[in-house]
């Protein structure tokens, strides 16, 4: 009985291999800290070459030890992803443990949260710490962004078909695209792509009231679709409508399919007109800047003298569509506290927070492809009782819709529901609030970072327990790897050999 369920050593090494080849890349990317931490002088270099050189220290011997292996198979595949990102977290979280008087667990949620792109954060005062630690925080974001197993099959390509489970297993959305036939080529293209625009968000920014380093971490935060702030008060800190129109761009072009940026690259930019997701993507958003916009007009809530409303009120236009272009992204930046709006308004942000960005894109959410898919599914099923004789089959993008299409569309959002509603009655039970579970466990599944409540914009993450820290660490990864991704895991066929 044991043999049945055991995994043998030897089906072990190809997983061992992708994880030291994952964790090694992350050792050298934490040099790019290092290099800032040297040209600022603030005392963290040590604190980062530690924990490069142990990062290293510690997966260089294991890939080399496991190189010689067979391609992934596909549970092999899921394995590899999951335990990917938990390493990443686990040595990302080292900078800030030696350089901080954090404790390991806060330090794992805010690397978690880093790589993650969800922005949560457990810091009281981000401006306290050192220029090394805030790089090296705002860069999980950008390494996490478009996928480190993705960044990791581009600088350390994986041979034939392992390389494209693991791209497939990772990219966000139902399904991945592959602009060429060669998967690293894909990988390569795509972040040469998200290098490219991050570059020239950068640039812009820098011409702005950022000086480079706050242009450089706000751009891995806008890119990522992360939300990591260099500042307390996060984007608001600038004061600048400049700041604000460069980061709702660039949130936009992050949400937006990254396929769809290379075709446009190459002068095809009539492939997002043409786009049936990109079309409806941008409705929402359109819709729903719009109806918060008629709200603040109308709602007798903005009738009162405070300092949010009347911020609000100087800029309406402005304050809106960065608070609903970032909540939709799932980017999670803030120019204002949305908590003392509306509460019309407040649960339409909540709504929003379920959306996501595109398929393919660096945004978190359920994702705009697959309410789309589940919308028509279901005006399908409504034609069907009425005609129950009838063929009626459902099409996107000029193409019907395969079964497996439907199938794991409706999976992912059982589980989807179900783990939301199970992670809002695991804080309840602990004594929180109704809002702030709630909205707390929607921001770690969907990787948004603010909520309501006792985790409004204004808030953080600090009073949760340690127990409470490491399960939405997990909700974190589950939603960052699609969910089902990570759920097969725990089925028990999964362990059968």
């Not at 335990?83 to 805010?110: K, Q, R």
């Not at 304050?319 to 709006?341: H, K, L, M, R």
Request: glycine share 8%; charged share 10%; with cysteine.
């Amino acid at each position: 009985m044991w043999k049945s369920y055991s995994t043998n050593r030897t089906s072990l090494l190809p997983v061992l291999n992708v994880l030291a080849a994952f964790t090694i890349v992350i050792g050298f990317a934490m040099s790019f800290s290092l290099g800032v931490s040297l040209i600022y002088g603030d005392g963290d270099a040590g604190a980062l070459l530690k924990a490069m050189l142990i990062t290293i220290a510690v997966a260089g011997p294991g890939y080399f030890l496991t190189r010689h292996r067979h391609s992934l198979a596909t549970r092999q595949v899921f394995l590899s992803v999951s335990l990917s990102w938990i390493s990443a977290s686990v040595f990302g979280a080292l900078p800030m443990w030696f350089a901080t008087d954090l404790s390991y667990t806060d330090c794992f949620f805010e690397a978690m949260s880093g790589f993650t792109t969800t922005g949560a954060s457990i810091l009281n005062d981000i401006e306290s710490l050192p220029h090394g630690i805030l790089f090296w925080r705002s860069f999980t974001h950008w390494l996490g962004g478009m996928g480190i197993i993705v960044f990791t099959v581009t600088v350390m390509p994986m041979a034939g078909r392992s390389g494209s489970l693991l791209f497939a297993a990772e990219a966000p959305g139902p399904v991945s695209d592959k602009i060429t036939p060669r998967i690293s080529e894909t990988a390569k293209l795509l972040y040469s792509v998200y290098a490219l625009i991050s570059l020239a968000e950068f640039t812009l920014l820098w011409f702005g009231p950022m000086d480079w380093f706050d242009a450089a971490c706000h751009t891995f935060g806008t890119m990522a679709t992360g939300g990591f702030s260099t500042k307390n008060a996060s984007v608001a800190h600038f004061q600048s409508a400049y700041v604000d129109w460069v980061i709702i761009t660039f949130m936009i072009i992050a949400g937006t399919n990254f396929s769809l940026h290379y075709f446009a690259l190459h002068g095809k930019v009539i492939k997002y007109l043409k786009n049936r997701e990109w079309q409806f993507w941008m409705s929402i958003i359109a819709m729903g800047f719009a109806v918060v916009l008629f709200d603040f007009y109308v709602s007798p809530s903005y009738d009162v003298n405070s300092e949010a409303i009347n911020a609000l009120r100087a800029e309406p236009i402005r304050q809106i569509a960065f608070q609903v272009v970032s909540i939709i992204t799932t980017t999670g930046f803030a120019t204002a506290d949305f908590e003392q709006w509306s509460r019309f308004a407040q649960l339409l942000l909540f709504v929003f927070m379920f959306v996501g960005g595109m398929a393919g894109s660096t945004g978190g959410g359920i994702k705009a492809i697959r309410i789309l898919l589940f919308t028509k599914m279901a005006l399908t099923e409504l034609r069907r009782m009425i005609h129950p004789r009838a063929y009626l089959p459902i099409k996107l993008r000029n193409q019907f819709v395969t079964d497996d299409a439907v199938r794991n569309t409706t999976t992912f959002l059982l589980f989807f529901m179900v783990i939301f509603v199970g992670s809002s009655l695991f804080l309840t039970f602990f004594g929180h609030d109704l809002v702030t579970s709630a909205t707390a466990s929607i921001s770690m599944l969907c990787n948004i970072g603010p909520g309501l409540g006792n985790v409004g914009p204004t808030d953080n993450y600090s009073f949760f327990s340690d127990l409470e820290k490491c399960a939405m660490a997990f909700i974190m990864m589950l939603g960052r790897l699609e969910v089902l991704t990570v759920i097969v895991l725990f089925n028990r066929h999964f362990w059968r050999s």
